[in-house]
């Protein structure tokens, strides 16, 4: 067995690549498949997750559009159609222009929920365009007014991380990768503004070579190494590691991990926008949090306070 420490990993890289690419990136993270990326295998990797309804990968992409209309009339009707996952501003109230964030699986099925409102047709023909790999099927299958009376602008990264405070809070999405044990990261998912990617255990069969034939723990941040409360520990991994691989050698990996345990080792993607990730650490950094879940919370805190001057003003972790 093998033992390794918690972490928790700002993914920053994955903001400037193709949202092909950071989707299947992330994606891969569930099967532990990272090292089949090539430089073609996004497009039928993300068709497969969504044709097997996986849609959840299809969240690990958030875009910010601008969307100016014709008319008031073209706004209330979208808001009157109650959009859901999508973080909706309307920063000059004289301007008839909405800032529109949400994950390319929000965008997908607003369309699905309110394609009869022009701003929302307008919308996803601008997406189809723009991007097609995620939108084609959408504008393919119904058909645009061509005119939607709304004119659709993207905004870059840099254009969203210059937006005013207020505004960027919501709109600007970060994901973190945890490396960490199966109890912080059940408590993780409660956090349900987020979108989350995790390694399955019903996949990964670690008795193969590139998980070393073997199973990974964390290593519990509550008993010295020396103690004896840590050699208990250890002795109950080993043995259940013992049990889970006997239990694979006639067993599928869902079944064999029935017996893993809260220590096990296991990768969490959270996706969120800054205005969550405040939420979640006004929660998972203060005393009350459980001790593991403060372990990877606190210096994460301390990295988004230098990522993001002044957005995490005030929060310390105790
Ligand atoms: C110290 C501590 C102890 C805990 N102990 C337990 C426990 O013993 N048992 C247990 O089951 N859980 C426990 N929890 C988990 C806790 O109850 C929450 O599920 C978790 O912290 C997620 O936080 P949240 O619900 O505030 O916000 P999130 O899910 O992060 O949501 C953020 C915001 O979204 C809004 N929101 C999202 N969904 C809804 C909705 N359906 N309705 C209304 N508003 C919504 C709310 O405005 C909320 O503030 C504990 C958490 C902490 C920090």
């Known amino acids: 067995m093998q033992i390794v420490p918690a972490s928790a990993t700002i993914l920053d890289d994955l903001d400037r690549q193709t949202m092909a690419r950071r989707i299947e990136s992330c994606g891969r993270l569930c099967y532990k498949s990272e090292d089949r990326i090539t430089d073609t295998s996004a497009e039928p990797f993300i068709r497969k997750v969504t044709e097997h309804g996986h849609n959840s990968v299809l969240e690990m992409a958030a875009l910010t559009l601008r969307v100016y209309c014709e008319t008031e009339a073209i706004i209330d009707q979208f808001l009157a159609a109650q959009p859901k996952y999508l973080q909706i501003d309307r920063p000059e109230k004289k301007e008839k222009m909405l800032l529109i964030s949400g994950t390319v699986r929000a965008f997908r099925e607003i369309y699905q929920n309110c394609g009869n409102t022009k701003l929302v047709k307008g919308m996803t023909a601008f997406l189809a365009q723009r991007h097609p790999l995620f939108f084609f099927d959408l504008s393919g299958r119904r058909g645009f007014l061509p005119q939607t009376g709304v004119e659709v602008e993207k905004l870059s990264l840099d254009e969203v991380d210059a937006l005013p405070t207020d505004l960027l809070v919501k709109h600007r999405h970060l994901a973190v990768r945890f490396v960490t044990n199966r109890a912080v990261t059940h408590e993780l998912v409660r ?29 519990p941040m509550f008993f010295p190494e020396d103690s004896e409360e840590y050699l208990l520990w250890q002795q109950a991994m080993l043995e259940t590691e013992k049990i889970y691989l006997k239990l694979l050698e006639t067993s599928s990996p869902q079944a064999a991990r029935t017996v893993l345990p809260n220590s096990c080792k296991t990768e969490i993607i959270v996706y969120a926008n800054l205005l969550e990730w405040l939420h979640i650490f006004r929660l998972r950094t203060t005393k009350a949090a459980e001790p593991s879940m403060r372990e990877v919370m606190n210096p994460l805190l301390a990295a988004m306070q230098q990522r993001f001057p002044g957005v995490f003003d005030g929060l310390q972790g105790e």
Request: charged share 30%; net charge positive; aromatic share 18%.
């Open 191 to 219: 956090h349900r503004p987020c979108s989350f990617l995790q390694e399955s255990q019903r996949y990964c069969r670690y008795s193969q070579d590139k998980f070393g034939n073997e199973v990974t723990f964390i290593k």
